[in-house]
T-cell receptor, first 117, second 112 residues
Framework: EAGVTQFPSHSVIEKGQTVTLRCDPI?????LYWYRRVMGKEIKFLLH????????ESGMPNNRFLAERTGGTYSTLKVQPAELEDSGVYFC???????????????FGSGTRLTVV | EDQVTQSPEALRLQEGESSSLNCSYT??????LFWYRQDPGKGPEFLFT???AGEEKEKERLKATLTKKESFLHITAPKPEDSATYLC?????????????FGPGTRLSVLP
């Protein structure tokens, strides 16, 4: 099966510009997550979709970040306007369900490396 | 505040030299502890989930164990292809596996 796909793989933008990151989860996965790692820090949770609904957005840093998942398929994460501290790697992950299971685990995409200059 | 720490920060082993990585956590209402492997330029790759103290999981040369305060990832007779960053994460959401708190990772290098 195809994995989690993220686009673009790299993006360099100027401070104040807008950038939109896209994530295509594994087909049939209702749960979609966004995480990011800023330089030298741990991977941090941003938000969690169940289908098209935001289940938990407690990790979103501020209102410059907007995530959508129209139709419960792919998701976009828009940063507007971008600031220098937004630079980092943004990961998307998906899972079929949130339940307990011996083989349960997210599937992560390869990430989008965002550089704000 | 929920926290996950990992040690050592980096580890260099000779091929065949077994060792262990540590993950210590303080979290209220632990739902599960997860180990991931991450290669450069890639996203984390799921390895194991542990749910309760005393639980153990094995996969090839890797074995993960869990106590009430920490988890160990034991690597037996490692090979160069085991070189990667190993991440520990805890789940604390309403549902298992939701909203991970990640540790900083251990960078493992296995020399031939």
């Amino acid at each position: 099966e195809a994995g989690v796909t993220q686009f673009p793989s790299h993006s360099v933008i100027e401070k104040g510009q807008t950038v939109t990151l896209r994530c295509d989860p594994i087909s049939g996965h209702d749960n979609l997550y966004w995480y990011r790692r800023v330089m030298g820090k741990e991977i941090k949770f941003l938000l969690h979709f169940v289908k098209e609904s935001k289940q938990d957005e407690s990790g979103m840093p501020n209102n410059r970040f907007l995530a959508e998942r129209t139709g419960g398929t792919y998701s976009t994460l828009k940063v507007q306007p971008a600031e220098l501290e937004d630079s980092g790697v943004y990961f998307c992950a998906s899972s079929q369900d949130s339940g307990r299971g011996s083989n349960y685990g997210y599937t992560f995409g390869s990430g989008t490396r965002l550089t704000v200059v | 505040e929920d926290q996950v720490t990992q040690s050592p920060e980096a580890l260099r082993l000779q091929e065949g030299e077994s060792s262990s990585l540590n993950c210590s956590y303080t979290v209220s209402g632990l739902r599960g502890l997860f180990w991931y492997r991450q290669d450069p330029g890639k996203g984390p790759e799921f390895l194991f989930t542990l749910y309760s103290a005393g639980e153990e999981k094995e996969k090839e040369r890797l074995k993960a164990t869990l106590t009430k305060k920490e988890s160990f990832l034991h690597i037996t007779a490692p090979k160069p292809e085991d070189s990667a960053t190993y991440l520990c994460a805890v789940s604390r959401g309403r549902y298992y596996g939701q909203n991970f708190v990640f540790g900083p990772g251990t960078r493992l290098s296995v020399l031939p």
